[in-house]
Nanobody, 125 residues
Framework: EVQLVESGGGLVQAGGSLRLSCAASGFTFDDYAIGWFRQAPGKEREGVSCISSSDGSTYYADSVKGRFTISSDNAKNTVYLQMNSLKPEDTAVYYC??????????????????WGQGTQVTVSS
């Protein structure tokens, strides 16, 4: 059974940091890209970042470049999203997702095969 389990969300003040984790199981981790998405109330789900478990290549949305860092621990089948300099507009439910690694649009929800349940991130001003 494929599982993606997010953790690490919470409430933080603007300027603060959080580290999200996505623990994966039930598939060959090295064959997949893992993406982070977020969805704020009343808004569409948007791609935040992505990493290839195979070659470590990464993608970041413009809105998070320089503030967020994605990394992967293949031994633990876990992907992390380090979020620094958080802003109130980063408030959303954050989801991780897995896509079989291939040329893809990393920020597109349609590219991903498996999804986690999400973790809430709230940034207060």
């Amino acid at each position: 059974e494929v599982q993606l389990v997010e953790s690490g969300g919470g409430l933080v003040q603007a300027g603060g940091s959080l580290r999200l984790s996505c623990a994966a199981s039930g598939f060959t981790f090295d064959d997949y890209a893992i993406g982070w998405f977020r969805q704020a109330p009343g808004k569409e789900r948007e791609g935040v970042s992505c990493i290839s478990s195979s070659d470590g290549s990464t993608y970041y949305a413009d809105s998070v470049k320089g503030r967020f860092t994605i990394s992967s621990d293949n031994a633990k089948n876990t992907v992390y999203l380090q979020m620094n300099s958080l802003k109130p507009e980063d408030t959303a439910v954050y989801y991780c997702a897995a896509a079989l690694w291939r040329p893809l649009s990393p920020g597109s929800v349609n590219e991903y095969d498996y999804w986690g349940q999400g973790t809430q991130v709230t940034v207060s001003s």
